[in-house]
């Protein structure tokens, strides 16, 4: 990685909006996502603007430079523990900034919610995920999340 560019997450506004929609809908998004579709307006818009208010997601738009490039989001599933969802747009893919995100959102969503861990359900033939997780120090669980998905979970460290 470049020492001059750095990776930075911001938490999601209601201006971010369309752009999170054109991420989602983007072709290399949706063949890796869990739903493998795309979204429409009115749904992505219902969501956002529930997953803003809730309580119970956190988006942060990572930025390279100040430059929007993608997007780690967190879903609490239960006081103890929640699901990272992330991406990356493809051009800026295969330079860390990946790992650097995740484990920068892990970092902060530790400290947000007072929860044990974070887990992620991941695509089985999603390799270049499952070798970020790793990195972020992710352990991968014999357990299957959902039909040809592998499950992988970061416990908090106790410090």
């Not at 752009?19 to 983007?26: A, H």
């Not at 990272?84 to 959102?105: C, H, Q």
């Not at 861990?117 to 390799?127: D, I, Y």
Request: proline share 3%; with cysteine; hydrophobic share 40%.
């Amino acid at each position: 990685m470049n020492s001059v560019e750095t990776i930075s997450l911001r938490p999601a506004t209601a201006a971010d909006a369309k752009l999170i929609f054109e991420w989602r809908n983007d072709p290399v998004i949706v063949r890796l996502g869990s739903s493998q579709r795309e979204v429409t307006w009115t749904e992505h818009e219902e969501w956002f603007s529930q997953s803003i208010t809730s309580g119970k997601r956190r988006i942060f738009i990572v930025q390279n430079d100040g430059v929007p490039i993608g997007q780690v989001r967190f879903d609490l599933l239960e006081s103890s523990e929640c699901v990272i969802s992330a991406y990356l747009l493809t051009e800026f893919t295969g330079r860390g900034w990946g790992v650097e995100a995740m484990r920068s959102g892990c970092e902060m969503i530790f400290e947000i919610w007072p929860i044990q861990s974070v887990s992620a359900c991941v695509r089985a033939e999603n390799k270049a995920v499952q070798s970020a997780l790793a990195k972020v120090g992710f352990r991968e669980l014999g357990e299957r999340c959902a039909r040809g998905h592998k499950i992988f979970k970061l416990l908090r460290r106790n410090v």
